[in-house]
């Protein structure tokens, strides 16, 4: 693991023993949702584990669904409150190439709105459709490893 990595130097770790503030939302034993303190809009919340795992390789399964579970009731909850919501993002960035930048798990919970200024940025080879061929390639790459 490296220095990044640590334990020591995770802000999230900090929030959760206590020596950083959160605007907690939810709480139990295996995950604590608090609000984002340099949100996408008015709601984006993050979801973490207690258990500090960087990435989702490093998280137990069971702790991931519940990671995930607890998106849905908070999606759920941005929506029937009064917050601007006309969608909701779910993003887990899960190494630096994806954009990961803070080294403990975390899921955001990102209420979207039409005009609001965010978006996903696709390359010009993405509307270059792969043939069946190739996706059949790489279906099989992944499926022997799962």
């Not at 809009?41 to 390789?57: F, S």
């Not at 965010?118 to 490893?145: D, M, T």
């Given at each position: 693991?490296?220095?990044?990595?640590?334990?020591?130097?995770?802000?999230?770790?900090?929030?959760?023993?206590?020596?950083?503030?959160?605007?907690?939302?939810?709480?139990d034993d295996t995950v604590i949702a608090f609000l984002d303190?340099?949100?996408?809009?008015?709601?984006?919340?993050?979801?973490?584990?207690?258990?500090?795992?960087?990435?989702?390789?490093?998280?137990?399964?069971?702790v991931g669904g519940k990671l995930f579970q607890v998106g849905q009731k908070v999606?759920?909850?941005?929506?029937?409150?009064?917050?601007?919501?006309?969608?909701?993002?779910?993003?887990?960035?899960?190494?630096?190439?994806?954009?990961?930048?803070?080294?403990?798990?975390?899921?955001?919970?990102?209420?979207?709105?039409?005009?609001?200024?965010?978006?996903?940025?696709?390359?010009?080879?993405?509307?270059?459709?792969?043939?069946?061929?190739?996706?059949?390639?790489?279906?099989?790459?992944?499926?022997?490893?799962?």
């Amino acid at each position: 693991m490296s220095n990044k990595e640590s334990k020591e130097n995770c802000i999230f770790c900090k929030i959760l023993s206590g020596e950083f503030e959160c605007s907690e939302i939810y709480s139990d034993d295996t995950v604590i949702a608090f609000l984002d303190i340099q949100p996408v809009n008015p709601g984006h919340v993050l979801v973490i584990p207690r258990e500090h795992a960087c990435y989702l390789k490093d998280l137990d399964k069971d702790v991931g669904g519940k990671l995930f579970q607890v998106g849905q009731k908070v999606a759920e909850a941005i929506r029937n409150s009064d917050l601007k919501c006309e969608g909701v993002n779910f993003l887990l960035a899960d190494g630096e190439a994806a954009g990961q930048e803070v080294w403990h798990t975390h899921l955001h919970v990102v209420p979207r709105f039409e005009n609001d200024g965010f978006g996903f940025k696709f390359s010009e080879k993405y509307f270059e459709k792969p043939s069946r061929e190739e996706l059949n390639q790489v279906a099989e790459k992944i499926s022997k490893k799962i």
